[in-house]
């Protein structure tokens, strides 16, 4: 088998780190958006900073829907951008082949 | 000149108590709507109240967005969908001529 195939499949245990981490990830980055909507609705004192929190839940919405990609062809670039936007350090993924590792921690610096 | 006319005009008068109860209806109605979305939220556990939140604004928006229409020729129906909605009282449109009145309160009843 060449390097590039080796890197592209998904082995079970890589499978399992991978549901773990993404699942984390998103409990995170929705709490963090839960706790912003809540401390902006509560010090809000105008229509128009009601329509901001719609504008940023619109943004939002859109953004967890494509982001939290699970399938595996996806997953080098789902968790390079997590990990760029700091949802996952690189240590979590640990389990997963040097490959792997590599072409997300690069992908996440670009 | 015709009832029609007569009713279709709006004088300086009618137009300030127009000016003021679209404000105060405004008002009462965003008010409510911001004590809605602070209690959802700060009852909020998961996600799926939040998007709640989110479906809950997008429809007032574009529901605030087009009934507010203070344009001359409008304004009875304008009118007639607060008043049925309970945001403002026939008395507080007292001033207006009566057969805009009239035809406020049977469009609302429509």
Wanted: aromatic share 8%.
């Amino acid at each position: 088998m060449s390097t590039t195939i080796t890197t592209a499949g998904w082995n079970h245990t890589e499978i399992e780190i991978s549901h773990s981490v993404l699942q984390k990830a998103y409990q995170r980055e929705t709490e963090t958006l839960m706790a912003q909507v809540r401390s902006q609705i509560n010090n809000m004192t105008d229509m128009q900073q009601l329509w901001q929190v719609h504008d940023l839940l619109s943004a939002k919405r859109y953004d967890l829907d494509g982001k939290y990609d699970n399938r595996e062809p996806m997953l080098v670039f789902t968790f390079a951008q997590l990990l760029k936007e700091g949802w996952i350090s690189l240590e979590e993924l640990n389990g997963l082949d040097s490959a792997k590792l590599a072409k997300i921690s690069s992908l996440s610096k670009m």
